[in-house]
């Protein structure tokens, strides 16, 4: 529970101010367990949400206003932060993750092996420091995924979660409009690696020379005998078998990533390795959907880099293999190449290849202006025994007048595809 004495900032206290289980933002989830935070938003304060979250039943609220059950500040997001500070303070381990893909998968499977709790997607500044307000002071090690768009903003994430080890899953053409070039990407996300303990993928390597790797082949804490396949990937490591279904090299490096912090933490790594088994990674991310014909679902996000991980896994399939590619946001005044770049290499690993939207005739032989025109070709030339990638930045869903003129974005193919192979 969250209690309200020895609070780490100054504050007034009502006196039917209770403590709280958590604390949130959204007045929504206000309730009699969970106390609200008033925070200034881009169109309108949160203090315009108080009276909502008290007639919810909220314990008390974090605000500037005199209201009843007001823990009154100066400044509610100043005193969250600093509350998340000091609730975090209280934690043995907490691992921080970053990187330009990858991230969410290496948390999955990090939490798992280190029976951790962990972020949920949702992994804004707030959202990080009301995490670390509900789980800080429990005996599990905390694991965060710390994205980032512009500069400046892993300062303020590694100030706030002090992470004990500092991972970066990969460096990538991502967010290049704010970032302005690779070397800009690791720059930023390289402040991560102030943490007392680092690592970084082999991939990221060369980026950050003299830190310890992971990953397989030439790494500091390596997989051995990767097998990947149609059913998934298996490895050893460190004398332990370790099978993930419905995997590619990417997860399965997040594995790595998750069992040598597992060695380092002391714990069972037979008993690790049995937990990652049973990772699921949020929707969108490359999910392997079987039957008659196979589709993986891998449409949260896009980058280059992404995609050819993605095409990768694809090319590991037998049967006709078709990849079906959207708009990848966010890359700058090279954008055009970069999309070229990725088509390119789409006709060298998939039999069929698909573009749809922006840059639809660079992705893909055959091109097309919207997801509907694409789905009205697709439905027909689809085959049993195929497997068919979808893929794109989540962003493609357009304003509300373009969804209802092009589509709501690459997740509703997949949901067309799932649709037909349950109707014949």
């Avoid at 100043?78 to 500070?85: C, G, K, P």
């Avoid at 990080?128 to 307000?133: E, S």
């Avoid at 332990?240 to 912090?261: G, I, K, P, Y």
Wanted: glycine share 10%.
């Amino acid at each position: 529970m969250l209690s309200l004495t020895d609070l780490p900032f100054a504050a007034d206290v009502h006196p039917e101010a209770r403590p709280a289980a958590r604390l949130t933002w959204d007045s929504r989830e206000a309730g009699p367990e969970v106390a609200f935070v008033a925070l200034p938003g881009e169109q309108m304060h949160g203090n315009a949400f108080v009276e909502q979250a008290l007639s919810r039943g909220a314990p008390f609220v974090l605000t500037d206003l005199d209201v009843e059950r007001a823990v009154r500040v100066a400044d509610a997001r100043e005193a969250l932060f600093s509350w998340a500070r000091s609730e975090r303070r209280r934690n043995g381990l907490v691992v921080g993750i970053t990187g330009s893909v990858g991230k969410t998968t290496a948390k999955s499977y990090v939490a798992a092996a280190l029976g951790a709790h962990f972020m949920p997607v949702y992994n804004t500044l707030p959202a990080i420091a009301c995490f670390l307000l509900e789980f800080g002071a429990s005996e599990k090690p905390l694991v965060v995924e710390m994205g980032i768009d512009r500069r400046g903003e892993m300062r303020e994430l590694v100030d706030l979660v002090r992470p004990d080890v500092g991972v970066i899953t990969s460096i990538g053409a991502a967010h290049l409009e704010a970032l302005g070039s690779l070397e800009g990407v690791a720059q930023e996300k390289g402040v991560i690696l102030e943490a007392p303990r680092r690592l970084v993928s082999t991939q990221a390597a060369s980026w950050f020379p003299g830190v310890a790797t992971y990953g397989f082949g030439d790494a500091t804490w390596a997989g051995e005998a990767l097998q990947v396949g149609p059913d998934g990937a298996a490895f050893r490591f460190q004398g332990v078998d370790v099978n993930l279904e419905h995997a590619a090299r990417a997860q399965a490096e997040a594995a790595v990533l998750a069992l040598a912090l597992a060695e380092q933490a002391g714990l069972n790594l037979s008993e690790a390795a049995s937990r990652l088994a049973q990772v699921s990674v949020p929707g969108g991310r490359y999910q392997v959907l079987p039957g008659r014909f196979t589709v993986i679902d891998d449409t949260y996000n896009a980058s280059p880099l992404s995609v050819r991980a993605a095409l990768d896994a694809l090319n590991a399939f037998t049967g006709r293999r078709l990849s079906v590619l959207g708009q990848m946001l966010e890359l700058g005044e090279h954008e055009a190449g970069l999309h070229a770049e990725v088509g390119n290499y789409a006709r060298e690993q998939a039999d069929l290849t698909y573009g749809v939207g922006p840059f639809a005739a660079q992705l893909g032989e055959r091109a097309f202006r919207t997801v509907p025109e694409l789905l009205a070709v697709l439905e027909s030339e689809v085959r049993n025994g195929d497997v068919i990638l979808v893929k794109a930045s989540r962003g493609i869903s357009w304003s509300l007048e373009r969804r209802a003129q092009e589509g709501v974005g690459l997740d509703s193919v997949v949901k067309a595809l799932l649709d037909w192979r349950e109707a014949k």
